[in-house]
Each structure stands twice: as C-alpha cells, then as structure tokens.
T-cell receptor, first 115, second 113 residues
Framework: AQSVTQLDSQVPVFEEAPVELRCNYS??????LFWYVQYPNQGLQLLLK??????LVKGINGFEAEFNKSQTSFHLRKPSVHISDTAEYFC?????????????FGKGTHLIIQP | DTGVSQDPRHKITKRGQNVTFRCDPI?????LYWYRQTLGQGPEFLTY????????KSRLLSDRFSAERPKGSFSTLEIQRTEQGDSAMYLC???????????FGQGTRLTVV
C-alpha cells in the first residue's frame, strides 16, 4: 500500500514569486509519481509525471518537479506564478505493477496567488 | 478532442433514493477508474475496469454501490438507498493501453438531502 503526504494544506504566494509545493510518499514497492491540478468544480488535469530516468521533470504551465528517492519526495516548483495558477494541487502515486489499484492521492494543497 | 465525459454534472437527491452516473471514457482507452472526492480531500479510488471486466474494488465500495462497464465502453456507477455520507464528487478516469497516467472527467457532484 502507498500513502502520500502533502505537507501544506494552503500556500499563499504573491504573483510573480516562486513557489514550492511539498509532497512526500511512502511505499513498499517502486512507484510512479504524478502532480495533478484541479480548478473549482472541475476534474483533475495532469501537470507532470515521473516514471523513470531524469529526476527533474518538466510539465505544463511552467511547472517542474524533482524526484528524490532517498527523501521519498516529489516537490512541485514554479519560478514565477500567475494569478491563473490559483487552484488545488494534488500529488499522487501508483505502483508499477499495472495500475489496477488506481492512484493514491494526497489531501491537496490550495495555492492562493495574491496580486 | 473529446475527453472523458461524465453525466450528470450535478445531482441532488433525497436520502434513500437510488442514483446512477454515467462515464464515457476517451475512445480506445481500455482502462477505466471511478474515484470519490469529498470536500477538502484528495480523490479516493473506488473501482477499476479493464475492458468490461471489473478487476479491483476498494473497501470504500459498499454493497450499496455497483459499477458496470458493458461492452467495455461507457461505465455506470449506481448508488442504492443513498445516505448523506454519499455526498461527494464522483470522478471517472480512463487510461490507454500501456500508459500509466489517467485522464479525468469533470466529475458528478452528488448532494444527498
């Protein structure tokens, strides 16, 4: 079984400032890692994913994340946020055995962009 | 580009009534998932289909819940004798063969009054 901890339930940041959203996971097997974004009353949109290879992955909308196996972390970063980045962000993991158990999500981090 | 489609988007029902939601996955996606998301929480896995076969069910899926995917295309999720605790967003996601990421629909928000 896997678990995901998103350490901050809410992160306020000023427009054009950098931001980091933290995610730690726990698993007894190898996992794939994902970040999804959810706008109000919408479904989830994939921002980026880590499957293997380079530990720094780039996604859509200028986001990137770094996989750190020793710290079991997958933090999301953006160098300069925009008001349109205001949303809920979810970190998720799935095991590498075929995905039958679906994704395990964290509780989410609400990113609030202040003008 | 037709993504995952869910119907209805919103449903208000009285406690004790039955409700049924529909999900149309992206064409050619053989894998389909249902999740439940309550306020302030991340989505929680409910069940998984590969083609028409239901291969996994979460402990969250009580016997009042049933899901089907006839012919391996669209899927339905039925909740019988709804309770107030069933109020949530129900999300459907699909994945193509050999891919690991899931593509989500916009969800059906259920309110049980």
């Amino acid at each position: 079984a896997q678990s995901v901890t998103q350490l901050d339930s809410q992160v306020p940041v000023f427009e054009e400032a950098p931001v980091e959203l933290r995610c730690n996971y726990s698993s007894s097997v190898s996992v794939y890692l994902f970040w999804y974004v959810q706008y109000p009353n919408q479904g989830l949109q994939l921002l980026l994913k880590y499957l293997s290879g380079s530990t720094l992955v780039k996604g859509i909308n200028g986001f990137e994340a770094e996989f750190n196996k020793s710290q079991t972390s997958f933090h999301l970063r953006k160098p300069s946020v925009h008001i349109s980045d205001t949303a809920e962000y979810f970190c998720a993991v799935s095991d590498q055995r075929g995905g039958a158990d679906g994704l395990t999500f964290g509780k989410g981090t609400h990113l609030i962009i202040q003008p | 580009d037709t993504g995952v489609s869910q119907d209805p988007r919103h449903k208000i029902t009285k406690r004790g009534q039955n409700v049924t939601f529909r999900c149309d996955p992206i064409s050619e996606h053989n894998r389909l998932y249902w999740y439940r998301q309550t306020l302030g929480q991340g989505p929680e896995f409910l069940t998984y289909f590969q083609n028409e076969a239901q291969l996994e069910k979460s402990r969250l899926l009580s016997d009042r819940f049933s899901a089907e995917r006839p012919k391996g295309s669209f899927s339905t999720l039925e909740i019988q004798r709804t309770e107030q605790g069933d109020s949530a967003m129900y999300l459907c996601a699909s994945s193509p063969p050999a891919a690991v990421e899931a593509f989500f629909g916009q969800g059906t928000r259920l309110t049980v009054v």
